[in-house]
């Protein structure tokens, strides 16, 4: 069973940068697709970014050219890199990896404000 824990999130002025980083345990890492969710108050929980096993990145709009998704199979590890961030990027950010079912980080928290 894998497991992923989040780092990485605090509270950041507006155009700051945050790199989240994301550690799994298990070999499965490497065979599935990462990804960053974020969930803002009273909002719903939405997809970030995410990244297939080969390197593959799709993007939301709304994080197009300031957020960078990656990963390194051989550390099992994975990370968000955030830059030119907004308030409205305040959010719970989680990592997750496509197995069945969905497998969540407990979630880390960023904080956008002046």
């Known amino acids: 069973q894998v497991q992923l824990v989040e780092s990485g999130g605090g509270l950041v002025q507006p155009g700051g940068s945050l790199r989240l980083s994301c550690a799994a345990s298990g070999s499965i890492f490497s065979r599935r697709t990462m990804a960053w969710y974020r969930q803002a108050p009273g909002k719903q929980r939405e997809l970030v970014a995410e990244?297939?096993?080969?390197?593959?990145?799709h993007y939301a709009d709304s994080v197009k050219g300031r957020f960078t998704i990656s990963r390194d199979n051989a550390k099992n590890t994975g990370s968000l890199q955030m830059n030119n961030l907004r308030p409205e990027d305040t959010a719970v950010y989680y990592c997750?990896?496509?197995?069945?079912?969905?497998?969540w980080g407990q979630g880390t928290q960023v904080t956008i404000s002046s």
């Open positions: 997750t990896l496509s197995t069945s079912p969905m497998t």
């Open positions: 990244i297939t096993s080969g390197g593959y990145t």
